[in-house]
């Protein structure tokens, strides 16, 4: 499921947040973490219109969101890795889902940023 958010302040240009949910469990937690500062945040800084990121993980369910802002809502939209990258790779590794299965992905302009 695809959905988009923009962000829109009078001092910047609209921002676009990609939401990556996963699911962690405690014995992956501190990998994931690991993976997401090791990883997957520097391999984004090499991806154009990368504009930051946040990741956000609820201790009760184990329910983990990445999100990621990107400059223009068609670089947030374009499949992961579509300059011949594959930024998402190292999540994919310790997922809970079948093996190859994306995360599910949705795009949300950023409608106020601070």
């Known amino acids: 499921m695809e959905v988009t958010i923009a962000i829109t302040c ?14 962690t469990t405690d014995q992956k937690r501190t990998a994931t973490h690991r993976i997401i500062n090791d990883e997957l945040i520097p391999a984004l800084h090499d991806e154009p219109g990368f504009a930051g990121a946040l990741s956000l993980v609820n201790l009760r369910t184990r329910e983990a969101i990445m999100i990621v802002l990107w400059q223009s809502a068609e670089q947030a939209q374009r499949p ?3 300059n011949g990258t594959n930024v998402l790779a190292p999540l994919l590794r310790i997922g809970d889902g079948p093996p190859g299965e994306r995360p599910p992905k949705s795009v949300w302009e950023v409608t106020v940023r601070v």
């Open 10 to 23: 009078e001092k910047e240009r609209s921002v676009y947040a990609q939401l990556v949910r996963s699911h």
């Open 80 to 82: 992961v890795g579509e």
